[in-house]
């Protein structure tokens, strides 16, 4: 019999709910709604939250940067290493992107997650409960010790987010931003800080996403 895609590649069987916004993994399909977000501005252009600066490139190059962007998620889930780039939907509407990267997951158990939203829907709490979903998909639903966030120590927001999740800044860096050494800060969250807030979430599809990545027998 015909496999579905869902069991082809099971992150495509992963589903991450809470009120209403719905997580799933990055298909081809998603990427031209994602882009139109993408198109309607993440940030100030004076300045850049990211650590891989892709927004910086020109308008026109986007659209096939983010499909090459896409392939490398597939292509960087293997060998124990995990990528996924889960879409953010508030009621059916794309409103942004929750990353989860690690190199080598199934050793470490650890998981580093970065994310944005469109500018219009930044500001309202999204954020946060974006950032409460991809914990407990990770400890409740992958299992795993620990989750990272890494940023620029002037994303004020993004650092509030850290902090109001429970984690716990672990040490500071300096890296090449624009050209110019800007300061880093690495936060940590173990899951028994974690606040969870005031919202269940819904996990479906995490046991074959464990399978998948030998989480199980690690
Ligand atoms: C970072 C990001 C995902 C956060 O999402 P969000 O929905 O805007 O965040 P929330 O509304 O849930 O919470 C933001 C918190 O930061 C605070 N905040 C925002 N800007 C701030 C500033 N300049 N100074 C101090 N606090 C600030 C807000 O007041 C809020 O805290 P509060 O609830 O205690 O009032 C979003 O702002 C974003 O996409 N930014 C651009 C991309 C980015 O920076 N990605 C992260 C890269 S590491």
Redesign the pocket.
Known sequence: MTRTLEEIWPPYGLVVESGDLRMTALREADVPEVLDVVAGG??DPSWT???FPWTDAPAEEMPANYMRFFASTLTRTVDGGVSLELVVRRNGRVV?MQGVNGPDVTATRRLET??????P???????????RMVCALAFDGLGLDAVT????ED???????S??VGYTETGRGRAERRGMPTGEVFFELRPEDFDRGPDRVHITGADALRRFLALDAA
């Open positions: 993440i940030h939250p990211f650590l942004g970065g994310s944005w939203l469109g500018l829907f930044q500001g309202q709490g999204l954020g946060t409960r974006m950032r966030s890494s940023v620029w994303n004020a927001a993004s650092r509030r987010v902090e109001k």
